[in-house]
């Protein structure tokens, strides 16, 4: 498992250096959700809620970390960040800084934690809190 998550990091560093920083630093945020990927209706932490990308393009899950949720609005305000972050709105050395989305203050996380921990971005409330996780490839088999 830490090999295919070293092959996804260092996919991630091929894009920082391929210009993708900008929306990695900057919260790696949705773009489009993928239909059925996730819970629907209010879920509590630990859900998923679907699967969508970043700013940059890069595939990102996003996991309720703090209280209750409506998916489709944790979907929509993934959306909405990426779209500032995308339309240079978002402040800070790479569009990292905080920002508000529909009541929700959304910011991204400094690289050299996106890739020991694979979280990208958060978004919260008072209330509730999601986070944009990097999806864990799959282990795949190797031929001998």
Same mark, same amino acid.
């Given at each position: 498992?830490? /090999? !295919?998550?070293a092959?996804l990091?260092?996919? @991630?560093?091929? %894009?920082?250096v391929? !210009? @993708?920083c900008a %929306?990695?630093?900057?919260?790696?945020?949705s +773009?489009? #959700?993928?239909? /059925?990927?996730g #819970?629907? /209706? $209010? $879920?509590?932490? %630990?859900?998923?809620?679907? =699967?969508?990308?970043?700013?940059a393009n $890069?595939?990102v899950?996003i996991?309720?970390?703090k209280?209750?949720v409506?998916c489709g609005?944790?979907m929509h305000?993934?959306?909405?960040?990426?779209a500032?972050?995308?339309a240079?709105?978002?402040?800070?050395?790479?569009g990292?800084?905080?920002? =508000? $989305? *529909?009541?929700? &203050?959304?910011? %991204?996380? #400094?690289t050299?934690?996106?890739? *020991?921990? !694979?979280?990208? *971005?958060q @978004?919260h409330t008072?209330d509730?809190?999601?986070?944009a996780?990097l999806?864990v490839?799959?282990?795949?088999a +190797? &031929?001998?």
């Amino acid at each position: 498992m830490m /090999g !295919g998550r070293a092959v996804l990091l260092a996919g @991630c560093c091929a %894009g920082l250096v391929a !210009g @993708c920083c900008a %929306g990695l630093l900057a919260g790696c945020s949705s +773009t489009k #959700a993928t239909p /059925g990927s996730g #819970a629907v /209706g $209010v $879920v509590g932490p %630990g859900a998923t809620c679907g =699967t969508t990308r970043t700013a940059a393009n $890069v595939p990102v899950v996003i996991k309720v970390t703090k209280g209750t949720v409506v998916c489709g609005t944790a979907m929509h305000v993934e959306d909405e960040y990426a779209a500032k972050i995308r339309a240079g709105q978002v402040q800070g050395n790479g569009g990292g800084a905080p920002v =508000t $989305v *529909s009541g929700w &203050t959304c910011q %991204g996380y #400094a690289t050299p934690e996106v890739l *020991s921990t !694979g979280n990208a *971005s958060q @978004c919260h409330t008072s209330d509730a809190a999601i986070l944009a996780v990097l999806p864990v490839p799959a282990p795949t088999a +190797t &031929t001998a």
